[in-house]
């Protein structure tokens, strides 16, 4: 099972606004540019994200995750709304017990979005591949896309490109390639 993420952030590393909000992102991304998204969401068949992230994800018109399996990690959210019965799931971790269970039923790509789930995964070194966009804006404070570390975590650059000449987007391997 590959494990992936795939998210933006500010130049000065943040995913939302502090009150959660992500317009400043939704401002940024150039109209009708999904800056590698659809390519990336090709190969996933299931996706974990926290609950902050699926709150805002209830935001959105429709659901965007139709034929993934979706499921959200939270201890503090009580039920799956009844209108995403079938399309959501509720998990109460831990990540590594997540992680295990869907490489036993068959996972082949792993999708992990929102920022404590994303720190929770790679803490546990469970993350095979980084892809992170950096929109030129500085917020100065916010949610942040990373946290501490147990132990520094390498990563080796895989590639860069500028999207509409002002988003910078880096994929980076997590794991030590072969030799």
């Known amino acids: 099972m590959k494990t992936s993420i795939f998210i933006a952030a500010s130049l000065d590393g943040y995913i939302a606004r502090s009150d ?27 996706i974990v994200m926290g609950r902050k992230t699926f709150e805002t994800v209830l935001g959105f018109d429709g659901w965007p995750y139709e034929g993934k399996r979706v499921i959200v990690l939270s201890q503090s959210l009580a039920a799956i709304p009844d209108r995403l019965a079938g399309k959501a799931e509720l998990h ?23 920022g404590q789930t994303v720190q929770s995964f ?13 929109i030129p804006i500085l917020l100065g404070a916010g949610t942040p896309l990373f946290g ?21 987007q880096s994929t980076y391997s997590c794991r030590k390639p072969a030799t």
């Open 148 to 168: 501490a570390l147990p132990h520094d975590l390498p990563l080796w650059h895989q590639r860069t490109r500028v999207i509409a000449d002002s988003l910078v």
């Open 20 to 46: 959660g909000r992500i317009d400043w992102l939704i401002a940024a991304t150039p109209p009708g540019d999904e800056h590698g998204y659809n390519e990336f969401i090709a190969d996933i068949d299931t």
């Open 122 to 134: 790679l803490r546990e070194g469970l993350v095979d591949e980084l892809t992170l966009t950096h």
């Open 92 to 114: 109460r971790g831990p990540v590594l017990q997540l992680h295990a269970e869907l490489i036993t039923v068959g996972c082949k790509g792993l999708y992990v979005d929102g």
